[in-house]
């Protein structure tokens, strides 16, 4: 499997806007520079869907700027299907941008008239863009609103044209942007299950997803980055990342009864009735710690009824990496 996206030690430097109060009051005073992106590695493999977490701020969208070629770096490179993105007429094929900025679409058109509208922006050959378009409004669910106009669409509607637009030219890779970013929880719902099932499962486009949503990179994601500062902090598997800064697991049993010395040789995170027993979780250190309490508890005649791993949460590990800043 190849690399779809490629980014080496990338760095952007942007000058903070003034306001007309500190034009005013400092008409000298030097612009203030802001450090978006702090030497930023990442590689994207084709086929996945990868997660770009952080606050507000930390670089995930000026990183997606320069991956889809609006914005240029100050220092390193990027690369989409092994193409430099200084080459725009070579990698803007390859990729399509979704982003929740309704204002570029227009909105005394219908559907169907901004759909027609850009794909003669995208090229798409003359004779294939009416089932073109036909075949999008039908993929994401908006053939039957199709001719009204697009003023009137929900913001779940306008999302699901987003990604119809995106889709025309049928880029191998998109590059989304919070797409389920003011949705109502139904619409979102809706939304991470067509990203899921119909463009990664199906059509198998490799996809960046940019959010700030820890439950949707969950639920989507394959692997993720965390960006902090314009800096990657964290970078792997959901689960990888999940458990960083851990050096115990959690487990939580019921047991018949829980012996007041166990709490002197483990950690004991909680203890509490349950069902004519006890419901017990445990922080355990090192690959035997299981074992050593299972044997501690069977010495004692203690009867254990049921024992499950608790999984490391991702707000978690999230907590502990703003903690480390």
């Known amino acids: 499997m190849g690399h779809a996206v490629e980014a080496r030690r990338l760095e952007k430097r942007f000058t903070r806007r003034r306001s007309i109060r500190d034009i005013l009051f400092h008409p000298f005073r030097s612009p203030e520079a802001v450090q978006a992106l702090r030497g930023v590695d990442l590689t994207i493999r084709?086929?996945?869907?990868?997660?770009?977490?952080?606050?507000?701020?930390?670089?995930?969208?000026t990183l997606l700027k320069i991956l889809s070629c609006l914005v240029l770096p100050d220092v390193g490179t990027a690369a989409i299907g092994g193409y430099p993105t200084s080459r725009e007429q070579l990698v803007k094929p390859l990729i399509g941008l979704v982003h929740s900025d309704e204002?570029?679409?227009?909105?005394?058109?219908?559907?169907r008239q901004n759909m027609n509208f850009?794909?003669?922006?995208?090229?798409?050959?003359?004779?294939?863009?009416?089932a073109r378009v036909d075949e999008l409004l039908r993929k994401v669910d908006m053939e039957e609103a199709a001719d009204r106009p697009f003023a009137d669409y929900s913001s779940g509607m306008k999302q699901r044209m987003s990604i119809a637009r995106a889709l025309l030219h049928d880029p191998p890779i998109l590059l989304m942007d919070e797409p389920t970013r003011s949705l109502d929880p139904a619409a979102a719902l809706s939304l991470r299950r067509f990203i899921q099932d119909e463009l990664s499962g199906r059509d198998r486009k490799t996809i960046v997803l940019a959010t700030h949503n820890l439950h949707e990179a969950e639920l989507l994601c394959s692997r993720i980055a965390i960006l902090m500062k314009g800096k990657v902090r964290q970078i792997g598997t959901v689960e990888e990342v999940r458990r960083w800064g851990l050096d115990t697991r959690n487990y939580e049993m019921e047991v018949d009864r829980w012996p007041v010395e166990a709490g002197e040789r483990f950690a004991v995170l909680s203890d509490r009735s349950w069902e004519d027993g006890r419901r017990v979780r445990v922080a355990l250190a090192g690959e035997d710690g299981l074992n050593l309490l299972l044997?501690?508890?069977?010495?004692?005649?203690?009867?254990?009824?049921?024992?499950?791993q608790v999984d490391a949460d991702l707000e978690g590990a999230f907590a502990?990496?703003?903690?480390a800043e």
């Open 46 to 61: 084709e086929g996945e869907i990868f997660g770009l977490l952080g606050p507000n701020g930390a670089g995930k969208t």
């Open 103 to 111: 204002r570029s679409f227009y909105w005394r058109l219908t559907g």
């Open 118 to 130: 850009f794909s003669t922006l995208y090229e798409v050959p003359r004779e294939a863009r009416d």
């Open 295 to 308: 044997a501690f508890l069977m010495e004692r005649g203690v009867k254990l009824r049921s024992c499950n």
């Open 320 to 323: 502990r990496i703003l903690e």
